[in-house]
């Protein structure tokens, strides 16, 4: 069963800009009412995530019924940490951004599995 609803998301197209916009938007503002800055490169990062995970984008397990938020957290805080931001912006990324990061220990970006690392 999961391995057809993958199969199926695979084939969804990518979301088109003005729904990207949308999304990244409200992420701004959330954000902000937590009193974190999302970094113009974090912003870059996870617009070039999600248009490389297009099941990630359709899966239906977040609340914006659009992004994977385990595996959209994982990737996030990871790429953070190998950017080297501060600890400060780290600690509110992990608080600000929804879900848990990754599943068991893992999450994807696009065919590949990838270790959750340490923080």
Not at 37 to 57: D, G, H, M, Q, T
Not at 71 to 98: D, M
Request: net charge positive.
């Amino acid at each position: 069963m999961t391995l057809k609803k993958t199969l199926y998301a695979l084939e969804s197209p990518l979301p088109k800009e003005g729904k990207l916009q949308r999304f990244i938007t409200k992420y701004q503002q959330q954000a902000q009412k937590r009193k974190c800055s999302l970094k113009p490169s974090l912003i870059a990062e996870l617009l070039s995530y999600i248009k490389r995970n297009p099941v990630a984008f359709n899966a239906s397990v977040a609340p914006e019924k659009n992004l994977c938020p385990h595996c959209a957290k994982a990737h996030l805080l990871s790429w953070a940490q190998k950017e080297q931001f501060p600890a400060e912006e780290i600690r509110c990324l992990q608080k600000f951004l929804p879900g848990s990061s990754g599943h068991d220990g893992y999450y994807l970006d696009g065919e590949m599995l990838h270790k959750v690392p340490t923080m």
